[in-house]
Every structure is written in structure tokens, then in C-alpha cells.
């Protein structure tokens, strides 16, 4: 597992969208944080093995029950089959991309549950220990339920066409796809022998189309079982995201206009060079025009987030707005504090 110190590091290095939108004084630019996961898993966790008990016990009365569902509700027969195997698949992707966890995805495991969205009784912990004991793990994470709901709703609108050079009203077709996926997760502790956390999750996916009448409408819509694994697949990754610090893109700016000098910090800003540009951003910082020196100063407060250095970017953040009332600096504050304390949760979920 790698250290809250090392992605420290990580940020340092910190990848930045080259510009994407101009105002007649600032840009906009994107940078990757991490962020903390929504639940402190204890620190003791650091190995975990991820595998599917939502499918139900072998027997001739379950197989039945699931093709008649299947049957009557629209939905590809053993749709939740693979929309499962997706679910897991898309909670060892989120696990493997974050820092907190080594994880294994073990399809080979043949664990039974039932088949609903009615949680079975825990996994015996003989078990347990046997399957964390065979793959060096320090728990299990277990996808104990999973089922999902479809639903297409088709309409049409009227709308403006050109037609021939003459606009006309001509009736267009609507078709949406809605799937609901229900999961169940559990994550069994073998060393205090206790579930650290028994969490259902529900999510919702959609896609639209629209066509020149109903058929075509429906024929851009995703056929219905690649939509339920594109659900499963999500609901895992969003599962990933509740017990496990994540990367984000998040949006900035900093200003490129109030100064000559600005414009060279730009070029260096887009080539990541921070320093270079943090350097010319620092000399307008003492500049006789208050305008000058707060653009200055708040970008001052940019650099030292990309940096890592939150304390210090909250308090160039801070002499922007309050010393020289740049309005931006105002929502730039709330958000370097929000950081901070993330920070605080992350080096408690990071901890060795």
C-alpha cells in the first residue's frame, strides 16, 4: 500500500488541462486531487480480496425463478448474472486506481447467496478465514446482493426544422432507458473477526435517444443487458469511491490579465512550470497597483495548491481577498479549507 506521503509527492507533479476556457482576466485549468473515501475502513486493512456471493444456491427452483423474472419483467434472461460480474469488476478497477488498497478480484470463487436484494446471513467466519488465508488478505469484500430494474419511457415533442429554406413544426420521438441497480456490500474483518461495514447502494443509469419515428428512437438506445452491465459496472466503481480515498479532476483559475508579466507566468503555467511562474507571480505580489498585487497574491495561493502546500495556499487565498478584495479569493478560501480538513481524513485513512 502506498503512503498519503508518496501522493504528497504525486501533487507536487500534478498533471494540469492545458487552458480551456478565457475570461478577459483569468483561465480555467483543471488539476487532480485526492480525495477522502466516505468511510474510514480500519488501517489494519490493506489486502483485500473482492468476490460475488449475490447469485443464488444451485437448485432447479432458483434457476426457474430467475428465467421466469427475467420472462415477465422484460430483461435479458441471467442479465443479473453478468451485471454482478460487472459490479465486482468495477469495484477492483476503483480499488486498483486508488492508493489504499492492494486488491484481488477472485471469480473463481463459488459463493452463493439468494439471488435478491434480500441480504443472506454472513459468510461463516471459518470461511472467511479460509479465503483471506488462501490469498494473503487482510478481508473480504463481498458483493452479497445485486438486482436490477429496467424501464423505457418513449414520448414525442414538436420542433423547429429547416426545411427547403422554410422553417417547419415536424414531431420528433423520444425513447429513454433506465436502469436501477440495487447492491448489497459487505466487508468481513478476519482479524477482529467483525463486518466493517454492511451497506446497500442504489444507482441509477440512464441513456436517451431520439429518431424520425418510434422504431428508430428505440434503435439508439443500448440493448438491455449491456445497459445492466454498464450499470453493475458503475455501481462498483461508486462503491470504490465510499471505501477508498479517490482521484478527481477538479476545476481552477488563476490570472493571466493586470500585468505584463502575466502573460510569460501563462506560458510557463502551460508548460507546468509552476516555479517559474510562481516566480514571477511572487515579484507582482509587492506591486504599487492593488489590483496587480491581489491577482497576484491569488495566484500565488494557485501555485502553493498544486504544490501541496494547503496551509500556504490558504493564506495567499486569504491576503487576495481580504487585503485586496479580488472576489474570487472568497470561494478560493472555502474550498482550500474543505481541503484541508479532507486532508485530515485522508492521512487518518492513509495511516500504516
Given at each position: ?8 509527492l ?10 480551456l476556457?478565457?475570461?478577459?482576466a483569468?483561465?480555467?485549468m ?9 468511510i ?7 489486502k ?22 427475467g ?15 460487472n ?17 484481488s ?7 452463493r447467496?439468494?439471488?435478491t ?14 479465503v ?13 446482493t445485486?438486482d436490477?430494474?429496467l424501464?423505457?419511457k ?7 426544422r ?8 415536424v ?38 435517444a ?7 428512437a428505440?434503435?439508439?438506445?443500448p ?7 454498464d ?8 462503491y ?22 502575466f ?11 509552476w516555479?517559474g511562474?510562481?516566480?514571477i ?5 509587492t506591486?504599487?497597483?492593488?489590483k ?24 495567499w487565498?486569504?491576503?487576495a481577498?481580504?487585503?485586496y ?28
Amino acid at each position: 500500500m502506498k503512503t498519503l506521503k508518496n501522493y504528497t509527492l504525486t501533487i507536487l507533479s500534478i498533471a494540469v488541462i492545458s487552458v480551456l476556457i478565457s475570461s478577459c482576466a483569468s483561465t480555467s485549468m483543471s488539476i487532480q486531487i485526492l480525495i477522502p473515501a466516505q468511510i474510514n475502513v480500519p488501517s489494519h486493512i490493506k489486502k483485500v480480496v473482492i468476490a460475488n456471493r449475490s447469485l443464488p444456491a444451485k437448485g432447479e427452483g432458483n434457476q426457474l425463478k430467475i428465467f421466469l423474472e427475467g420472462f415477465i419483467t422484460g430483461e435479458s434472461i441471467l442479465a443479473d448474472r453478468e451485471g454482478s460480474m460487472n459490479c465486482v469488476d468495477g469495484l477492483a478497477n476503483k480499488l486498483v486506481s486508488s492508493p489504499r488498497f492492494e486488491a484481488s478480484l477472485m471469480n473463481t470463487l463459488d459463493l452463493r447467496g439468494t439471488g435478491t436484494r434480500q441480504f443472506p446471513i454472513p459468510l461463516d467466519w471459518k470461511e472467511v478465514e479460509r479465503v483471506c488465508k488462501q490469498y494473503n488478505a487482510d478481508a473480504l469484500i463481498l458483493l452479497e446482493t445485486f438486482d436490477s430494474n429496467l424501464h423505457i419511457k418513449e414520448g414525442d415533442k414538436d420542433v423547429k426544422r429547416t426545411v427547403d429554406g422554410k422553417e417547419i413544426i415536424v414531431k420528433e420521438f423520444l425513447a429513454d432507458l433506465n436502469i436501477n441497480v440495487n447492491a448489497g456490500w459487505r466487508i468481513y474483518d478476519i482479524k477482529n473477526k467483525r463486518i466493517v461495514d454492511e451497506s446497500t447502494f442504489t444507482d441509477e443509469k440512464g441513456w436517451g435517444a431520439r429518431g424520425e419515428n418510434p422504431k428508430k428512437a428505440r434503435a439508439g438506445l443500448p440493448d438491455k443487458r449491456r445497459a445492466i452491465n454498464d450499470a453493475g459496472y458503475f455501481a462498483g466503481q461508486q462503491y470504490g469511491v465510499r471505501i477508498s480515498p479517490n482521484w478527481i479532476w477538479s476545476g481552477r483559475s488563476y490570472f493571466v490579465k493586470g500585468h505584463d508579466d502575466f502573460k510569460t507566468a501563462k506560458r510557463f503555467a502551460r508548460a507546468k512550470d509552476w516555479d517559474g511562474a510562481a516566480e514571477i507571480w511572487m515579484k507582482s505580489t509587492t506591486d504599487a497597483d492593488p489590483k496587480v498585487a491581489g491577482r497576484a497574491a491569488y495566484n500565488m495561493a494557485l501555485f502553493h495548491e498544486v504544490k501541496g502546500n494547503l496551509d500556504e495556499a490558504l493564506e495567499w487565498a486569504e491576503k487576495a481577498y481580504k487585503n485586496y478584495n479580488i472576489k474570487k479569493g472568497r470561494e478560493y478560501i472555502n474550498i482550500l479549507n474543505r481541503r484541508i480538513m479532507d486532508q485530515q481524513r485522508l492521512e487518518k485513512q492513509m495511516e500504516e
